[in-house]
């Protein structure tokens, strides 16, 4: 099976989170940063809070938890930034019967590092293998299609 989340490249260097939220829902980056970006930014707007607005049921772990990836469905993580030093970057990474995907949305901009699935780089200097990450959240599979589909959404788990 093939992934369901469509890769977008993050329009600038602090917009990662917006940028993966996107790729979730199926909107434009730019759509999700206007509404949602400065006020996380400022800290007047959480992840969770975030992802309750757009509708997206999920579930959430604690860093301790360390799900292993085995469910179908994408994962929202955080991850050591290869850019900003001492920062954290968000990534997803889509699970399917077939593998597992990494989407990046730093991916794209102009000599940014960017992770992918392990092995995957292709000799390309500028792709990281993925090692580690905390997921944050878990979306299944179903509620992508769902989503996608139009059909009806269940409440938001915690």
């Not at 260097?13 to 993966?20: A, G, I, K, Q, R």
């Not at 994962?75 to 900003?84: D, F, M």
């Not at 077939?98 to 990046?104: I, R």
């Amino acid at each position: 099976m093939s992934p369901m989340i469509t890769h977008q490249m993050q329009p600038c260097p602090y917009s990662c989170v917006s940028t993966c939220l996107a790729m979730i829902v199926g909107r434009s980056a730019r759509d999700v940063i206007q509404e949602m970006h400065q006020p996380y930014r400022d800290g007047d707007l959480t992840l969770r809070q975030m992802l309750e607005r757009l509708g997206i049921e999920y579930t959430a772990f604690s860093s301790l938890d360390c799900p292993p990836l085995a469910d179908e469905g994408v994962y929202l993580c955080t991850s050591p930034s290869l850019n900003i030093e001492g920062g954290n970057h968000q990534i997803l990474i889509e699970v399917t019967d077939s593998g597992y995907f990494v989407f990046d949305p730093v991916q794209g901009r102009d000599e940014r590092k960017y992770y992918v699935a392990r092995g995957r780089g292709e000799g390309i200097p500028l792709a990281i293998d993925l090692g580690g990450f905390v997921v944050d959240a878990f979306i299944l599979r179903g509620h992508l299609s769902a989503r996608r589909s139009g059909e009806p959404l269940a409440g938001v788990a915690a």
